[in-house]
Nanobody
């Protein structure tokens, strides 16, 4: 089992920045690919970014490309999402997730472990 705990969400004005963190505990010795997802009210959960176990390869949804950066520190068992130039449409609950595959994983169904979420609200 892997436990994931997100932090860093909050209220920010449009154009501002936030940095989300996701601390992993439990069976962190396995090589998990990881991702960030978000879900806005009334909408489906969507992938925001993903990263391989080693961290050399990343993926971004078109809507966040150039503004968000995913990274990980395996020594600290922590995943990050740096979010810059935030827009009101970025408002959502953000979740980190871990997959048994060490590669990039695009679908929520490929992730077996999820955090409880952290709310990001961007005001206009």
């Amino acid at each position: 089992q892997v436990q994931l705990v997100e932090s860093g969400g909050g209220l920010v004005q449009a154009g501002g920045s936030l940095r989300l963190s996701c601390a992993a505990s439990g069976r962190t010795g396995s090589r998990y690919g990881m991702g960030w997802f978000r879900q806005a009210p009334g909408k489906e959960r969507e992938i925001v970014a993903a990263i391989t176990w080693i961290g050399f390869t990343t993926y971004y949804a078109d809507s966040v490309k150039g503004r968000f950066t995913i990274s990980r520190d395996n020594a600290k068992n922590t995943l990050y999402l740096q979010m810059n130039n935030l827009k009101p449409e970025d408002t959502a609950e953000y979740y980190c997730a871990a997959s048994f595959s060490s590669d990039i994983n695009y679908s929520a169904t490929e992730y077996g472990y999820w955090g409880q979420g952290t709310q990001v609200t961007v005001s206009s």
